[in-house]
């Protein structure tokens, strides 16, 4: 059982907006604002699309977003295109130096 | 071209030992803290373990579940991590990603190395 708790799947049409939640405690998501997201395709290597909670990586598209409140971060993909489809997964530092992941959501363009 | 390239993984049996390397191109490797990822087939992300800059103390955090098996080691002269794995278990079969660690986010990763433990 992962330390985050994500939806397992979530799906939407091409120009759709979505939203993957993921939820923590005040041990790491709420005592935090080190949340991240990656973007993960079988056999690549995970892709960072947002870090410190809503920051996004040069070269990110502007149509993903990340947003905290209390222990529950998420992650808003808006004007979904096919090349969206993939698995995402949150991530946060914790009160234990650790780091912890959510188990993904595996999203699909319809 | 910032890069991290791992290497070492392979078959191993269980209760086997097996280091990985990862070697690292295009910054200033000591400046920065390392941390090792994985992900079990079938599975989610993993993290396992990252080490300190010198300057910060060099020192180490692990996952519970490789706590007192794995060590992550660093030689700034060669540009080189290690993460030493002893007392492998099936469950640890994986691939193992090598990245530039931030606490914020990791932006740079290796390319994986695919460690099998199986009798």
């Known amino acids: 059982q992962s330390a985050l708790t994500q939806p397992a799947s979530v799906s939407g049409s091409p120009g759709q907006s979505i939203t993957i939640s993921c939820t923590g405690t005040?041990?790491?998501?709420?005592?935090?604002?080190?949340v991240s997201w990656y973007q993960h395709n079988p056999g690549k290597a995970p892709k960072l699309m947002i870090y410190d909670v809503s920051d996004r990586p040069s070269g990110v598209s502007s149509r993903f977003s990340g947003s905290k409140s209390g222990s529950t971060a998420s992650l808003t993909i808006s004007g979904l295109q096919a090349e969206d489809e993939a698995d995402y997964y949150c991530s946060s530092f914790t009160s234990s130096s650790t780091v912890v992941f959510g188990g993904g959501t595996k999203l699909t363009v319809l | 071209e910032v890069q991290l390239v791992e290497s070492g993984g392979g078959l191993v049996q269980p209760g086997q030992s097996l280091r990985l390397s990862c070697t690292a191109f295009?910054?200033?490797?000591?400046?920065?803290?390392l941390s090792w990822f994985r992900q079990a087939p079938g599975k989610g992300l993993e993290w396992v373990g990252f080490?300190?800059?010198?300057?910060?103390?060099?020192?180490?955090e692990y996952t519970a579940s490789v706590k007192g098996r794995f060590t992550i080691s660093r030689d700034d002269s060669k540009r080189i991590a290690y993460l030493q794995m002893n007392s492998l278990k099936t469950e640890d079969t994986a691939s193992y990603y090598c990245?530039?660690?931030?606490?914020?986010?990791?932006?740079?990763w290796g390319q994986g190395t695919l460690v099998t433990v199986s009798s």
């Open positions: 295009g910054f200033s490797f000591g400046d920065y803290d």
């Open positions: 080490i300190r800059r010198k300057g910060h103390g060099g020192t180490t």
């Open positions: 990245t530039r660690w931030t606490f914020g986010g990791v932006m740079v």
């Open positions: 005040i041990s790491d998501i709420g005592g935090y604002n080190y």
